[in-house]
């Protein structure tokens, strides 16, 4: 897979080095955004939950990539549930924006794709939204975890998918 990385280390083998050109070393700068998510994602590779796979549309942009869960347990065993997210340029002072692009009947995330998940959360009361700590790790692994643990029907999103659990699970 290429990455920021690797294209930063072969653009500057093509230029030759920085200080022969300074002009064109501001317009190159890398945003933190991008130097972190060059870390974050080679630790989400490595740190993968079995039921998650991640696709990067275009490798250059390590912004924006898709998520795919695949249920192995729980009321939504065997489904296959793909999400959208898209690293801002705020990143990691805000979160990352998700949406979900697999129509479901879930407590947690509407019908249009929205998601109730804290960590997404740039404010939160309970101090357990989003901090500049957390990584896309936490991202996926909590996503994951909308299908089994972190599946809530107290305090739901989709009002109507909550009420009908409890009339019929």
């Known amino acids: 897979m290429l990455t920021l990385a690797s294209k930063l280390k072969r653009d500057d083998g093509v230029r030759g080095p920085r200080a022969s050109n300074p002009a064109s070393d501001s317009t190159r700068r890398?945003?933190?955004?991008?130097?972190?998510?060059?870390?974050?994602?080679?630790?989400?590779?490595?740190?993968?939950?079995?039921?998650?796979?991640?696709?990067?549309?275009?490798?250059?942009?390590?912004?924006?990539?898709?998520l795919t869960v695949i249920t192995d347990e729980g009321y939504y065993q065997g489904g296959k549930f793909q999400f959208e997210i898209e690293v801002p340029d705020a990143y990691n002072m805000v979160p990352p924006k998700v949406k979900c692009l697999t129509r479901i009947w879930h407590p947690n995330i509407t019908e249009t794709g929205e998601i109730c998940l804290s960590l997404l959360r740039e404010h939160s009361i309970d101090g357990t939204g989003w901090a500049p700590t957390r990584t896309l790790k936490d991202v996926v692994w909590g996503l994951n975890s909308l299908f089994t643990d972190l599946l809530n029907f107290d305090d739901p999103l989709n009002i109507e998918a909550a009420e009908h659990h409890l009339r019929d699970k």
Do not use: G
Not at 33 to 47: F, H, M, S
């Open 30 to 66: 890398v945003s933190v955004r991008d130097k972190l998510l060059v870390k974050e994602v080679a630790e989400l590779e490595a740190n993968l939950p079995c039921t998650c796979k991640v696709n990067f549309p275009d490798p250059n942009k390590l912004h924006y990539f898709q």
